[in-house]
């Protein structure tokens, strides 16, 4: 059987947004995507998936986190990328409303580079991404 050609694969960046995944941080991860499009070139389709749950597990460590990006060795098959939500209403009464969403679009932020790193072919590396995912948010604070 023929392998799929990469140059044949979807483009872009998608959201999909899990019920019961609150309003406001739904509309700033897709503001952040309208942008991010803007800016970032998505050769191969990653698709975004907002999680109502507190924490989701990581697929190969099985720990809990609050973001994870998954991609296979093999470029024909499409990356995807899972961002946990459900502490937005702690966050908010923590830090406020724009503290909270912003901790959510750093999560997305972070597993953006991760994505990034994979296209490249490069090791996924959390120092470079926590790094690039700060420049990414302010690069996206100073377009509003």
Not at 18 to 24: D, F, L, M, N, S
Not at 57 to 71: D, G, H, I, P, R
Not at 95 to 121: F, K
Request: hydrophobic share 40%.
């Amino acid at each position: 059987m023929k392998r799929a050609s990469v140059q044949h694969l979807r483009s872009g960046l998608r959201v999909r947004c899990e019920k019961g995944v609150e309003p406001a941080v739904r509309q700033s991860c897709l503001n952040f995507a309208v942008w991010l499009r803007s800016t970032i070139d998505f050769p191969i389709r990653v698709v975004v998936y907002l999680k109502k749950d507190y924490q989701i597990k990581n697929k190969y460590s099985k720990e809990l986190v609050s973001a994870t990006f998954f991609a296979s060795y093999d470029k024909a098959i499409e990356p995807y990328i899972r961002i946990a939500t459900g502490d937005y209403e702690e966050l908010l009464l923590e830090s406020g409303e724009i503290d909270a969403l912003w901790a959510i679009l750093g999560s997305m932020a972070h597993e953006i580079v991760h994505y990034q790193q994979w296209i490249e072919d490069k090791e996924l590396d959390e120092a470079e991404a926590e790094d690039k995912s700060e420049e990414l948010l302010d690069a996206f604070a100073d377009s509003l």
